[in-house]
């Protein structure tokens, strides 16, 4: 028993020199507690909330550089905007080759109608006519018309002839040879009111041809309306003054009215321009 009671007195004054050599921190177990639960939630941090200085803020770019914007076109309407350009593109060569097409219609039936009224003037009438009629109607154009209605007319067809310039008026309604070529057929018909109404159409769409007002002052002797003749006979006059027949037709109206003196004033014109003076 005593040997055990000094063992443990030895024991004792051992360990308390152990612990008298190492320097205490403190003498407060608790206040080292606390300290060391201190500086480990200095380090971590883990339970406070957020502040408006902890946030994290995107750097601003420097005044010198530009903020670079980065955007990506979806792939459909990439592909969508290729399509368009390339039905756009698609187009355009239809619409160019329909304009070929279209002139090249044009110059064949230019060549045609060339070719037909070099044949009419040459006198080769039924040559004319039938390269008048490979012409397409509706691609026909009036004065087409009008030289077929002539060549039928010198085949005494006047029927046929009264169509042509029908449809020359058709395709050109101020197309006036058209209607001055039915005066002279309507006339030389002695259908005199029908002559006198496409002579006055012949000279509202061309009001400077002294043959128009010459034909319509004859027509016009013809219904026995020489007031009417002198005055368009007057008007042609006034266009040509060159013409004999002109003269003579004036010195005529004025002898039916009786007005000698203008008579024979006019009748002189006529002699002169003829050299019979």
């Not at 230019?110 to 009438?125: C, E, F, H, R, W």
């Not at 209605?149 to 101020?174: H, P, Q, W």
């Amino acid at each position: 028993m005593k040997r055990i009671v000094l063992c443990v007195l030895m024991l004792f004054i051992v360990c308390g020199s152990v612990y008298a050599d190492i320097p205490a921190k403190s003498n407060n177990v608790t206040d080292e507690i606390n300290q060391s639960f201190a500086n480990t939630t200095k380090k971590h941090k883990f339970w406070e909330k957020p502040t408006k200085s902890s946030k994290l803020k995107t750097p601003k770019p420097a005044k010198n550089e530009k903020e670079t914007v980065h955007t990506t076109q979806p792939a459909e309407k990439v592909i969508n905007a290729k399509t368009k350009a390339l039905e756009k593109e698609k187009q355009q060569l239809i619409n160019q080759e329909k304009e070929r097409e279209q002139y090249r219609e044009i110059q064949e039936l230019s060549n045609q109608y060339q070719q037909a009224v070099a044949l009419y003037t040459d006198n080769n009438l039924d040559e004319a006519l039938n390269a008048f009629t490979k012409i397409p109607d509706d691609k026909r154009p009036a004065q087409a018309w009008l030289l077929m209605g002539n060549i039928l007319l010198d085949k005494d067809k006047k029927e046929e002839a009264v169509f042509m310039y029908g449809r020359a008026i058709l395709t050109d309604s101020r197309f006036y040879k058209a209607y001055y070529n039915l005066g002279n057929l309507y006339l030389a018909d002695d259908k005199f009111h029908m002559a006198a109404e496409q002579y006055k159409l012949a000279a509202k769409y061309c009001p400077n041809n002294p043959y128009i007002y010459y034909n319509l002052g004859c027509t016009y002797l013809k219904l026995g309306e020489l007031r009417k003749a002198k005055t368009a006979f007057i008007k042609a006059i006034e266009l040509n003054n060159q013409i004999a027949d002109f003269h003579y037709n004036m010195a005529y109206v004025y002898k039916k009215l009786n007005k000698e003196k203008q008579a024979k004033t006019y009748l002189e014109n006529y002699n002169k321009l003829t050299g019979q003076i």
